[in-house]
């Protein structure tokens, strides 16, 4: 299995433009969590979705940021407009709940920079 | 109050020593627990998971949990300098709810 694959890497933009971040989980995985990382406050979770419907957004920081999943294997995060205290590394997460572990497997995340 | 608490360390131990993590919670409904070991620069990779009362080893890592006080620990025995990394203690509430710790930071010394 190719893991959870996030797009892109890297991203550096500059204050006041659209940023999209995107996500395929796991194949067979039921769950997607976006999180952002920080120095600051850690591992926070933004979003997290059940059978592409989202579940729990109270971690969505502002309606700046937005979160979709339009089927089973893709899923967006938008910031719109960027802000320079958005620059974090974002994360993605995938769970299969049907094994009843609940156990999360991360992607490689996105460093995002705003200017 | 956060939902879980970790030391953040650094932790500093010798090559073969035994290192200990811990990490207390505030949710009595929490139902699973988890350490993920993250590299500087890389996402946080599951290495032990523990849902009962009691001890579960795997090689040289033993999570212990003790739900009555809320508490839950990681054991790594023999140190290596490549367990050299954040460790993030992980805690699921019902409604699959996340919420990680801060993170402790371990150096092993060659």
């Known amino acids: 299995d190719a893991g959870v694959i996030q797009s892109p890497r890297h991203e550096v933009t500059e204050m006041g433009q659209e940023v999209t971040l995107r996500c395929k989980p796991i194949s067979g995985h039921d769950y997607l969590f976006w999180y952002r990382q920080t120095m600051m406050r850690g591992l926070e979770l933004l979003i997290y979705?059940?059978?592409?419907?989202?579940?729990?957004d109270s971690g969505m920081p502002e309606d700046r940021f937005s979160a979709k999943m339009p089927n089973a294997s893709f899923s967006t995060l938008k910031i719109q407009p960027s802000e320079p205290r958005d620059s974090a590394v974002y994360f993605c997460?995938?769970?299969?709940?049907?094994?009843?572990?609940?156990?999360?497997?991360f992607g490689p995340g996105t460093r995002l920079t705003v200017l | 109050q956060k939902e879980v608490e970790q030391n953040s360390g650094p932790l500093s131990v010798p090559e073969g020593a035994i290192a200990s993590l811990n990490c207390t919670y505030s949710d009595r409904g929490s139902q699973s627990f988890f350490w993920y070991r993250q590299y500087s620069g890389k996402s946080p990779e599951l290495i032990m998971s523990?849902?009962?009362?009691g001890d579960k080893e795997d090689g040289r890592f033993t999570a212990q949990l003790n739900k009555a006080s809320q508490y839950v620990s990681l054991l790594i025995r023999d140190s290596q300098p490549s367990d050299s990394a954040t460790y993030l203690c992980a805690v699921n509430i019902p409604g699959n709810q996340f919420y990680f710790g801060t993170g402790t930071s371990l150096t092993v010394i060659p």
């Open positions: 523990i849902y009962s009362n």
């Open positions: 979705f059940n059978n592409n419907v989202p579940i729990d």
């Open positions: 997460a995938s769970s299969w709940s049907r094994t009843g572990s609940n156990e999360q497997f």
